[in-house]
């Protein structure tokens, strides 16, 4: 069992907690995620780790309901146990395994939209340790949906704030705040873009009007989280990845966004399923290492 040391409503639907998961926080790095299990009949269900404790040997996690397991999630309290806690999974940001000092010499933008703003912290976090300033963009529909604001302005070397209906912060979508940054003459190396697919998607194409190089998180289509669904099946460039053994960072020019709202859509009802591994065929999986998806 693994317990729940704090529970918290961030806002009206995001929670975070902090579990005490040794083996996971001695091993995990900023961009990797891992699988809580509430019980035995509970959904394995793939988070982002946001960050981590390794004195303390402890995890924390943000999420947001959005079905039965994630809901009843949400009635647990600190003092309460996941049955399971399985990861550090997925590949760790490149920017934190990549050379400091060529990355010392980068400049970094931030793109975090809602819940997204979670996974972004530990990556800023992490490069703020190693002297590395990033610029971050936070964004939300209001002010109220804001999360991490103290925790990322404490690591950020320039945080905006914006929310779309101009109740908080700089007014409009993150895609309008790149675009001020940029005629405002800043430049920018890399951004990392870490949100909704639709917000994802609307970064990619600004970034890439002005040539910055995005990496993107696919985390938001995670389901089993070990490629034995077929989920998270991605078309990048000419290539079928899974984010959750491939990513879940991926080149977020080479995405095809439309595609995989498309399949995240038909996903959720079980005709829909049936129909992907119809037309996908061998390809539905990848890494189980049964089906040829993961060659």
Not at 6 to 24: G, S, T
Not at 216 to 242: Q, W, Y
């Amino acid at each position: 069992m693994y317990s729940i040391l704090k529970a918290e409503k961030l806002n009206e639907n995001i929670y975070l907690m902090v579990v005490k998961a040794p083996r996971v926080a001695k091993h995990c790095l900023p961009g990797q995620f891992l699988i809580v299990k509430t019980d035995e009949e509970g959904e394995r269900i793939p988070l982002t780790i946001c960050d981590y404790d390794r004195q303390q040997e402890t995890v924390t996690i943000v999420f947001q309901p959005v079905g039965a397991s994630t809901e009843a999630m949400t009635a647990l309290k600190a003092g309460d146990s996941f049955m399971d806690v399985v990861g550090p999974l997925g590949n760790p940001s490149e920017l934190v395994t990549d050379d400091v000092e060529e990355t010392k010499k980068k400049k970094i933008l931030f793109v975090a939209g809602g819940v997204g703003t979670a996974p972004v912290y530990p990556q800023v976090k992490w490069l703020h340790e190693h002297g590395i300033d990033a610029d971050v963009i936070v964004g939300a529909k209001t002010k109220d949906l804001i999360i991490l604001e103290k925790e990322m302005e404490a690591v950020a070397g320039n945080l905006y704030i914006t929310t779309d209906d101009g109740s908080y912060g700089r007014s409009g979508m993150v895609t309008k705040v790149i675009e001020d940054l940029v005629a405002e003459g800043k430049q920018y190396d890399v951004c990392v873009s870490i949100g909704p697919m639709i917000m994802m998607k609307f970064c990619c194409l600004t970034t890439k009007k002005f040539n910055i190089p995005t990496i993107v998180s696919m985390n938001p289509i995670m389901v089993d989280g070990t490629g034995m669904c077929g989920a998270c099946r991605l078309s990048v460039g000419d290539e079928i990845k899974f984010a959750c053994v491939d990513g879940p960072e991926f080149d977020g020019h080479l995405i095809n966004f439309d595609e995989a709202m498309k399949r995240q859509q038909m996903y959720k009802t079980e005709e829909g399923r049936a129909l992907l591994r119809l037309r996908e065929g061998k390809t539905h999986h990848g890494g189980c290492g049964n089906c040829g998806g993961d060659n």
